[in-house]
């Protein structure tokens, strides 16, 4: 492989700056925290403030749950779902913080997470 002074060397830091959008890092972090939730990317809306430096994210989502009819008849169909809506909620937002951050390298210092309604989804699994 020849290596000339366009090609970067992996791993030597190179001269010059690398810049996220705010609506790339919008986009990434939608796509996050409806993954943890179970919503569609689209049904989440992300708002960025400055944190001492560090970005915070706030979140405003809806949240997936189990039929309530179901839920009734097979309460195990909560576990299914990965707990209840508070426990989902808070274990989402690490699970965010951390997929933002991987994806993009920006510094966030907390996620905020507002939810807004419940989508019904299909049974989720017995555990």
């Known amino acids: 492989m020849n290596v000339t002074a ?3 060397i992996r791993g030597v830091a190179m001269a010059g700056h690398n810049r996220i959008s705010t609506q790339a890092l919008t986009s990434v972090a939608r796509a996050a925290a ?4 179970g919503v569609s990317a689209h049904d989440v809306r ?3 403030s400055d944190d001492d430096g560090l970005l915070a994210l706030s979140l405003v989502m809806p949240v997936a749950v189990p ?3 179901v839920v009734v008849q097979d309460p195990g169909r909560v576990a299914g779902f990965g707990g209840s809506i508070w426990e989902r909620a808070v274990a989402a937002k690490a699970q965010i913080l951390r997929r933002v951050t ?3 390298g920006a510094k966030l210092s907390r996620v905020d997470i507002r939810i807004s309604g419940a989508t019904v989804r299909g049974g989720g699994r017995v555990r």
């Open 6 to 8: 366009e090609t970067p």
């Open 102 to 104: 991987g994806l993009t």
């Open 46 to 48: 992300a708002d960025w």
């Open 34 to 37: 409806g993954e943890a939730l």
């Open 67 to 69: 039929n309530l009819k």
